[in-house]
């Protein structure tokens, strides 16, 4: 039997939303979809470095929210917050980054699936001025885990904006670099 899967439209529909959000609470069912999706990502040597606390307590929220600056999201009734642990797959070798990368595609496209929007906010909260700490202390997050990114979760009030992307033909090739096939 052929089953349909309407990944790759899922793919292509998914966008960074960096809009505001209505205020309807998600679902712990969809949540616990989204994190699930998040879990059964693949993980070098299968390790299963990345860890997930989801806030949806809007007090909580709020507390996370006052150690935001400049503040992203504040309207979406969910977060998700990636953990990850520093264990080596075999040797020196950790695959941590790889690992949790693959986490959260996987809940973005699960997120985009279920109806809801999202954006990949790593780069806001990892900075000199480390968000992620101050997030992780709120969560009482163990020392040996860091907090790397959040993903906002709930029904956007608008469209995403489409980035500008590359043409196929600038970055991907049959058989050699830059051939013309
Ligand atoms: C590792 C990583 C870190 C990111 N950090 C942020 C961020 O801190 N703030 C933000 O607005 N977007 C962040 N993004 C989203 C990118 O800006 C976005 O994916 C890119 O502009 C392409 O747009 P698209 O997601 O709509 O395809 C991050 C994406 C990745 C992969």
């Known amino acids: 039997m052929v089953i349909k899967m309407n990944v790759i439209e899922t793919i292509s529909k998914r966008h960074s939303y960096r809009g505001t959000y209505k205020p309807d ?5 969809d949540l616990k979809k989204i994190m699930q999706a998040g879990l059964d990502a ?8 990345t860890s997930l606390i989801c806030v949806d307590d809007s007090d909580t929220l709020k507390e996370i929210h006052a150690v935001i600056n400049p503040p992203i999201a504040e309207s979406a009734p969910a977060m998700i ?13 950790c695959f941590a980054i790889q690992d949790y990368s693959a986490a959260i595609e996987n809940m973005l496209l699960a ?3 279920l109806g809801y929007q999202s954006c990949w906010f790593e780069g806001h909260i990892t900075d000199d001025d480390r968000i992620c700490d101050k997030i992780a202390k709120i969560l009482n997050v163990p020392e040996e885990y860091d907090l790397v990114c959040v993903l906002p979760v709930g029904i956007a009030e ?7 992307k590359k043409e196929f033909s600038e970055r991907a090739w049959f058989n ?4 013309k096939e």
Not at 158 to 164: A, G, H, Q, T
């Open 25 to 29: 609470k998600v679902p712990r069912e």
């Open 42 to 49: 693949p993980s070098g040597c299968n390790k299963q470095t």
């Open 81 to 93: 917050c990636v953990l990850t642990k520093r264990i080596n797959a075999y040797r020196d070798k």
């Open 111 to 113: 997120i985009v699936e």
């Open 158 to 164: 608008n469209e995403p904006l489409l980035p500008r």
């Open 176 to 179: 050699s670099f830059m051939s």
